[in-house]
């Protein structure tokens, strides 16, 4: 009994030692997970820590701090108060920078009291314990969904284009020649169904004029003939509209006074001319032919071409060729001249358009790290993967970019896209 009355105080003191080392082990524990939702939620909102300010900032960095207070209550700790206002110090997240690849990095200390008296006598009576947690920004991640599911699905964009918009049509001295516009659908967001008008509205001009199909419901292209009839000079005018629709919703564009064809002279050399082909990818070549609407009846003496909108000739003779290498919608201008010095123009709006190409940008949701690239490769796209951090070939969940069948602004198939897990 004498032995052990001298060994307990010693082997309790072992115990509540034990004990109390153990719950602040425990505490480190909870403060490591404790910086992990503070660095995750400051990675949400980088942009929050630098200038300018706003009400929306001030607003991110108070639930970041009452973020902190209420879980470190929860752990039974307590920040530190260099100060000693009666104010808690909540250290702000070192961010490196806000864009996708950026790092926000999270350091917290905190004090747990030490229950043992002696041990408390020489430790003061707590023990400060740190935690730093580093994680990649993740403002401006477009999240997919887990698991494989639907993404959220977006309404298109309503686009078209037409070739010619402007030109002859009309009787020339024997049958109607009306003027053949083709409609190119330039749609993004992945439209299901669309609805087109060909002759919105009230037409203008001054002259009669007839079209040949007045709507369509599907994508097309669509070649439709506009006419005009009336004394030489006068104009029929034409307006057009397009509406796409698909589950995330639908969009309309209208374009007013869109289509115009003019009755040609009745005498003297009449400009007319062809191109091929009139729509395609970038760099694209034209041929251009000049049609002679007279039948060898007037002597043509020169052919001046304007074949990229700029005012400038840039050919001549019969049959040029031109290369656009710039994306755009391009008017050609003919002026001919005959052999009494009588000349005529011609101009075709928007007749020759270069496209850029369009890449479908892939959903990646679930689709493991190291198959990344090759899935951004087979979608057309020439650029590599940006990747964010996280631990081995993780499957990924978050992506820069929606995936489905967009024009992905400014670059096209040249964009980049970040993914992380």
Not at 123 to 143: D, F, N, Q, R, S
Not at 275 to 282: A, D, E, Q, V, W
Request: proline share 7%; hydrophobic share 35%.
């Amino acid at each position: 009994m004498v032995e052990f009355a001298l060994v307990a105080p010693i082997l309790l003191l072992l115990t509540l030692t034990a004990i109390d080392f153990g719950r602040v082990y425990l505490g480190w524990v909870n403060l490591q997970q404790m910086t992990r939702i503070a660095a995750d939620y400051a990675a949400e909102h980088a942009t929050s820590w630098g200038a300018p300010d706003s009400a929306a900032k001030q607003a991110d960095r108070a639930a970041y701090q009452n973020k902190v207070r209420n879980d470190a209550r929860a752990i039974n700790c307590k920040l530190p108060d260099t100060n000693a206002d009666g104010t808690a110090d909540i250290p702000p997240p070192q961010v490196s920078g806000t864009s996708l690849g950026s790092h926000v990095t999270v350091n917290i200390d905190c004090e747990f009291s030490i229950l043992t008296p002696i041990i408390s006598n020489i430790m003061g009576g707590t023990i400060l314990v740190g935690a730093e947690t580093t994680y990649p920004v993740k403002e401006g991640l477009v999240a997919v969904v887990p698991g494989g599911g639907n993404p959220i699905t977006q309404a298109p964009v309503a686009k078209f284009v037409a070739s010619p918009q402007t030109g002859w049509g009309s009787p020339i001295g024997g049958p109607a020649a009306p003027l053949e516009v083709t409609f190119i659908d330039q749609s993004t967001g992945g439209p299901g169904a669309w609805t087109w008008d060909f002759d919105t509205g009230t037409r203008g001009g001054t002259g009669s004029g007839s079209v040949s199909l007045g709507s369509a419901l599907n994508k097309g292209p669509h070649v439709v003939r506009y006419d005009c009839v009336g004394a030489a000079g006068a104009t029929c005018i034409f307006n057009v509209s397009l509406n796409v629709i698909n589950g995330g919703g639908s969009d309309a564009e209208v374009k007013s006074a869109y289509i115009t064809v003019t009755v040609p002279p009745a005498t003297g050399p009449i400009a007319e001319f062809t191109g091929n082909p009139r729509s395609g990818l970038k760099p694209l070549t034209v041929g251009f032919q000049f049609v002679d609407l007279r039948a060898n009846t007037v002597t043509y003496t020169s052919y001046d071409w304007d074949l990229d909108g700029d005012g400038t000739p840039d050919a001549s003779g019969p049959t040029p060729a031109f290369t656009y290498t710039t994306e755009g919608s391009y008017s050609v201008t003919l002026t001919v001249t005959d052999d009494t010095g009588a000349t005529n123009s011609l101009t075709k709006v928007g007749y020759i358009n270069v496209f850029k190409q369009i890449c479908t940008v892939p959903d990646f949701a679930n689709v493991r790290k190291n198959g990344a690239q090759s899935r951004w490769a087979s979608a057309g796209f020439t650029t590599q993967v940006q990747f964010q951090s996280g631990q081995g070939n993780y499957a990924i969940n978050q992506q820069s970019i929606t995936g489905g069948t967009i024009d992905p602004q400014p670059n096209g198939c040249d964009s980049t896209i970040t993914v992380g897990p």
